[in-house]
């Protein structure tokens, strides 16, 4: 009897417990629910939580996949800032690239930075991943725009760099619009021999083999920071590309030799320094550096029978063909554009040799004679005609 009476009294307790245990789970249920309080997290203590962060972009936002314990790695520096500024920071979409979305980032402790997002990469380990990352970080140069940081995880790889705060090549030459400033012949040598330092810089310290150096010059990859200081950005990037999406979006791979031969080499570089410097004389806009939507003109073959059929007086941007004195620096630059555009890059001269050369072309003095003279017959098809013959001679 005595056992009974035991047995009956837990097995109430045990009822009465298990009731309890229930109303208070649902109970807790319920609100999470409601959003009365937060659901608990739950992780291992060596295992990353990957989640959404967002970024305010004007009116919309971008979201990064972020893990909450990794931070941005820096090179060769003490931290300037850590990843939680950088997803408080509000940002400006910049432009779709080969290897995603560019976004300028205003930190409120005061610098701006590009955010390059990537894709289409080959996979690779992290480690991998930041080996190629501090020999690209290595490549230190005056005229090449450094890489700060980046960031890797499973879901996000992101390149951070310094904001060029004068905008880019394509559109200094493009953008017609009413509050551009000049852009004068020496601004345009000056540009052509920082470009011209900046490759031979990465031609001779060039680490990744069967990897072109630059491999995506264009206009657009040429940026001026606040000083007008010429950078040139984007390099390195071809080791991390696939192939198929490099053949279909670099510059190189739009080279003659990929065309018959489905081959580069540091020659072709040579091809798209060639290719800027004729549309830095010419100001049209190059198929190579033309944005979705624009219509470009293949300048290597344009320029070409332009020599050939003595266009003489259609060759030069109207900008800078009234500087009567800047005429012998242009028609230089013109010869030296045309050795680089070769078709077979074996006649083609290496990037020290071309450098050399356009360190050679004076800048003159321009008087405000020059300034505009663009019905000066000095610039008609009768006057350069013996000059640029001579261009087609030496070819």
Not at 60 to 80: A, Q, S, Y
Not at 137 to 149: C, G, Q, S, T, V
Not at 169 to 192: I, K, Y
Not at 376 to 383: A, G, K, N, P
Request: aromatic content about 8%; some cysteine.
């Amino acid at each position: 009897m005595n056992i009974s009476f035991i047995i009956n009294v837990v097995l109430l307790l045990a009822i009465i417990l298990i009731l309890l245990l229930y109303y208070n789970t649902s109970t807790k249920l319920n609100k999470i629910a409601k959003g009365q309080i937060p659901a608990a997290i739950e992780k291992e203590d060596d295992v990353e939580i990957s989640v959404d962060k967002k970024i305010e972009i004007g009116e919309g936002t971008m979201i990064m996949t972020v893990e909450e314990r990794k931070e941005l790695i820096f090179f060769n520096d003490k931290p300037k800032f850590q990843m939680g500024e950088l997803l408080r920071a509000s940002a400006e979409a910049l432009g779709h690239g080969i290897l995603g979305n560019s976004y300028k980032a205003m930190l409120n402790s005061g610098p701006t930075i590009v955010v390059k997002r990537l894709r289409d990469l080959k996979p690779f380990t992290k480690e991998e991943f930041a080996k190629i990352l501090n020999v690209i970080a290595d490549m230190k140069h005056p005229n090449l725009l450094p890489l700060l940081a980046y960031y890797h995880s499973r879901d996000e790889k992101l390149m951070l760099y310094s904001y060029a705060a004068n905008g880019n090549l394509f559109t200094r030459l493009h953008d017609r619009g009413g509050n551009r400033a000049p852009f004068s012949w020496n601004s345009r040598l000056s540009v052509a021999r920082g470009v011209a330092r900046a490759l031979v810089y990465l031609h001779l310290n060039h680490k990744f083999q069967n990897i072109v150096p630059h491999g995506n010059l264009r206009s657009s990859n040429v940026l001026f920071d606040e000083n007008d200081a010429v950078l040139v950005s984007d390099f390195g990037l071809a080791s991390l590309i696939a192939q198929p999406i490099a053949a279909q979006h670099m510059v190189v791979y739009k080279s003659p030799e990929y065309g018959y031969a489905r081959k580069v080499t540091m020659q072709s570089d040579v091809w798209s320094y060639g290719s800027v410097l004729i549309e830095l004389l010419t100001g049209k806009v190059s198929i190579n550096s033309a944005p979705p939507g624009t219509n470009g003109v293949d300048l290597c073959s344009w320029v070409h029978r332009a020599v050939r059929e003595e266009w003489t007086a259609e060759i030069f941007d109207k900008e800078i063909s009234g500087q009567k004195r800047a005429l012998p620096g242009m028609l230089r630059l013109l010869q030296i554009a045309m050795r680089c555009i070769e078709r077979f890059p074996e006649k083609r001269p290496e990037m020290r040799e071309v450098m050399r050369e356009v360190e050679k072309i004076q800048a003159p003095v321009i008087s405000e004679d020059d300034d505009d003279v663009s019905g000066d017959r000095s610039l008609t098809d009768d006057s350069l005609s013996t000059s640029t013959s001579m261009i087609g001679d030496e070819r």
